[in-house]
């Protein structure tokens, strides 16, 4: 299908509004700019991109390959040229190497580097070759001509599960090694498809960079905790936990805290995306966050432990949630207390409620003062 000079194999044109629509939204956007993240989707300069592998699963290249409704992965190779990619490409060996070298040569200065997984740095970094070349070697002369630099998934962002303890080969995330280039952050295990190709719109459309956090995570997919948007999230608060899995509280979709939930420490935002595009994430199939998108939590604490939260029991004047008028609160991991506004707020009801009646003869008595004074 041919529509204004772009190839959507595949791909509707109402389809492929509706993605950038979102993609839009979810970038902090105004509405009034849909047509133009549009125009650079569609342009027909499409930046070549060299996406290299180190210590991973390649999850994050089939988190990508696997995405539809629409087919994301399509639009990504209609939208880009992917010049160079280990897992997706038909070369090999020297033709792969060559196909690599000619990007490198062509376009000096306007590819994208996308780097999929950690580098190792012990023993001059022989843990991972590719063509003779150590992964710090290949990261470090591919980084030095590209116009802007990926962390796509965990490994490539923070280290990841290869740099778990006791860390065998001294794996670090690109950033380590590349200290002085902005390198866009884009963590999780895998990530979600979307937060690539919005980024990918956000470079096309205004030629920089997304609005970042002080882990170099664009904003727009980073900025706020799941804990704020958790389905669960009244469970949490009503004092409503699980206690193991597979128990009754487990079953009637209670909060998954105290099986060592990290949500309330995890920014990202797989509640609101969800994944597979079958409207599905872990929490909402009964499993706890552990944190995939944060440096110091998953593959570095234990899925079990808690992390720490604000406010560890539910506020007073939640209602009871056991027959017997016991609450079900959260271990006491904090000594933290409501805060200032919730505080505010409980005062002021409470001086709301010393001025109502207590019984029906005080109301009665003072309905009778007020018609009294009229």
Same mark, same amino acid.
């Given at each position: 299908?041919?529509?204004?000079?772009?190839?959507?194999?595949?791909?509707?044109?109402?389809?492929?509004?509706?993605?950038?629509?979102?993609?839009?939204?979810?970038?902090?956007?105004?509405? /009034?700019?849909?047509?133009?993240?549009?125009?650079?989707?569609?342009?027909?300069?499409?930046?070549?991109?060299?996406?290299?592998?180190?210590?991973?699963?390649?999850?994050?290249?089939?988190?990508?390959?696997?995405?539809?409704?629409?087919?994301?992965?399509?639009?990504?190779?209609?939208?880009?040229?992917?010049?160079?990619?280990?897992?997706?490409?038909?070369?090999?060996?020297?033709?792969?190497?060559?196909?690599?070298?000619?990007?490198?040569?062509?376009?000096?200065?306007?590819?994208?580097? &996308?780097?999929?997984?950690?580098?190792?740095?012990?023993?001059?970094?022989?843990?991972?070759?590719?063509?003779?070349?150590?992964?710090?070697?290949?990261?470090?002369?591919?980084?030095?001509?590209?116009?802007?630099?990926?962390?796509?998934?965990?490994?490539?962002?923070?280290? $990841?599960?290869?740099?778990?303890?006791?860390?065998?080969?001294?794996?670090?995330?690109?950033?380590?090694?590349?200290?002085?280039?902005?390198?866009?952050?884009?963590?999780?295990?895998?990530?979600?498809?979307?937060?690539?190709?919005? /980024?990918?719109?956000?470079?096309?459309?205004?030629?920089?960079?997304?609005?970042?956090?002080?882990?170099?995570?664009?904003?727009?997919?980073?900025?706020?905790?799941?804990?704020?948007?958790?389905?669960?999230?009244?469970?949490?608060?009503?004092?409503?936990?699980?206690?193991?899995? $597979?128990?009754?509280?487990?079953?009637?979709?209670?909060?998954?805290?105290?099986?060592?939930?990290?949500?309330?420490?995890?920014?990202?935002?797989?509640?609101?995306?969800?994944?597979?595009?079958?409207?599905?994430?872990?929490?909402?199939?009964?499993?706890?966050? &552990?944190?995939?998108?944060?440096?110091?939590?998953?593959?570095?604490?234990?899925?079990?432990?808690?992390?720490?939260?604000?406010?560890?029991?539910?506020?007073?004047?939640?209602?009871?949630?056991?027959?017997?008028?016991?609450?079900?609160?959260?271990?006491?991991?904090?000594?933290?207390?409501?805060?200032?506004?919730?505080?505010?707020?409980?005062?002021?009801?409470?001086?709301?409620?010393?001025?109502?009646?207590?019984?029906?003869?005080?109301?009665?008595?003072?309905?009778?003062?007020?018609?009294?004074?009229?």
């Amino acid at each position: 299908m041919l529509e204004n000079g772009f190839f959507f194999a595949g791909i509707s044109r109402r389809s492929f509004l509706k993605t950038v629509t979102a993609a839009t939204a979810m970038m902090g956007l105004d509405f /009034t700019m849909t047509a133009q993240v549009a125009e650079a989707a569609e342009s027909d300069s499409r930046p070549p991109v060299i996406w290299l592998h180190f210590q991973e699963c390649t999850g994050c290249s089939e988190s990508l390959i696997r995405a539809s409704h629409p087919d994301v992965a399509t639009l990504i190779l209609d939208m880009i040229s992917l010049d160079y990619h280990e897992t997706l490409m038909a070369g090999s060996g020297h033709q792969a190497e060559e196909a690599l070298h000619k990007t490198m040569e062509e376009y000096a200065g306007k590819y994208i580097l &996308i780097v999929e997984g950690a580098v190792p740095l012990k023993d001059n970094g022989i843990y991972c070759k590719v063509a003779g070349k150590t992964a710090k070697d290949s990261l470090e002369e591919v980084a030095e001509h590209a116009a802007h630099i990926i962390s796509i998934g965990t490994c490539a962002s923070f280290g $990841g599960v290869a740099a778990a303890d006791p860390n065998p080969t001294q794996a670090v995330p690109a950033s380590d090694v590349l200290k002085d280039r902005a390198v866009i952050n884009i963590p999780g295990c895998p990530p979600s498809p979307y937060n690539l190709l919005s /980024t990918i719109l956000n470079l096309l459309t205004f030629n920089r960079l997304p609005e970042l956090d002080k882990m170099n995570r664009p904003m727009f997919a980073y900025g706020r905790k799941i804990h704020e948007h958790c389905e669960r999230r009244p469970h949490f608060d009503a004092g409503r936990f699980a206690e193991k899995f $597979g128990d009754e509280n487990h079953s009637e979709g209670y909060c998954l805290y105290k099986l060592g939930c990290k949500g309330p420490a995890t920014f990202a935002n797989c509640m609101t995306l969800k994944f597979n595009d079958v409207n599905v994430w872990p929490i909402s199939v009964g499993h706890p966050c &552990i944190g995939c998108t944060e440096p110091d939590l998953a593959f570095h604490m234990s899925i079990f432990d808690k992390v720490q939260i604000h406010n560890p029991t539910p506020p007073d004047h939640y209602p009871d949630t056991l027959d017997n008028g016991e609450k079900k609160g959260a271990d006491p991991v904090t000594t933290a207390v409501i805060g200032g506004v919730a505080g505010a707020a409980l005062g002021a009801s409470a001086m709301v409620a010393k001025k109502l009646p207590n019984n029906l003869e005080d109301a009665d008595k003072r309905n009778k003062e007020l018609e009294d004074e009229e």
